[in-house]
């Protein structure tokens, strides 16, 4: 009789062993699984977090000499453009960016420079000529949708003298 009672016990003993090491491995399962499900929701919450890193729109890099603008690129795609504008040239410049409706024909004149307040231009942004001196680099960063754009120095005299270039967003 204590013989069984043991040896009942020792069964026991065996089955509450094994039902407690499954249940421990199911424990470690889901644990695995959660740190498995942890570890990949970082990689999918940082991959936003990359692409505020890298630059959202496009860089133009402009170089101002006189009577003339040299561009990195004459296109861009729509969105946010960055104009970084270095003055290369002896005299100090302006960089304005307008709208432009208009064909080259037709460009209004006032003055000696075009008329930035006709209809079919429209001025989006501009770098003054007291931050554009000589040697000076500054940027201009613009939201900008498809379209033509010009892209002048309309100091008197400089506009006439072929300071303008057109600009194409997509």
């Known amino acids: 009789m204590k013989t069984d009672i043991i040896l009942n016990s020792l069964t026991l003993c065996v089955v509450l062993s094994s039902l407690t090491a499954c249940s421990n491995n199911k424990t470690a399962q889901s644990s695995s699984l959660n740190q498995e499900t942890t570890q990949a929701a970082p990689s999918a919450i940082s991959s936003p977090a990359k692409s505020q890193e890298t630059p959202k729109g496009t860089k133009i890099n402009v170089t101002a000499k006189e009577m003339v603008?040299?561009?990195?690129?004459?296109?861009?795609?729509a969105g946010l453009v960055e104009f970084v504008v270095k003055n290369e040239g002896k005299k100090p410049h302006e960089f304005?960016?307008?709208?432009?409706?208009?064909t080259d024909k037709k460009l209004p004149l006032k003055g000696g420079s075009l008329d930035e307040d006709a209809k079919g231009l429209k001025n989006l942004g501009e770098i003054s000529e007291s931050k554009l001196t000589s040697g000076a680099t500054q940027t201009l960063?613009?939201?900008?949708?498809?379209?033509?754009?010009?892209?002048?120095?309309?100091?008197?005299?400089?506009?006439?003298?072929?300071?303008?270039?057109?600009?194409?967003?997509k």
């Not at 304005?96 to 409706?101: G, I, M, Q, W």
């Not at 960063?141 to 600009?167: D, I, S, W």
């Open 96 to 102: 304005v960016v307008l709208k432009n409706d208009l």
């Open 69 to 77: 603008f040299q561009l990195s690129s004459a296109t861009a795609p």
């Open 141 to 169: 960063q613009l939201n900008l949708t498809p379209g033509r754009y010009l892209l002048v120095c309309n100091l008197p005299g400089h506009f006439q003298a072929g300071m303008k270039t057109e600009f194409i967003v």
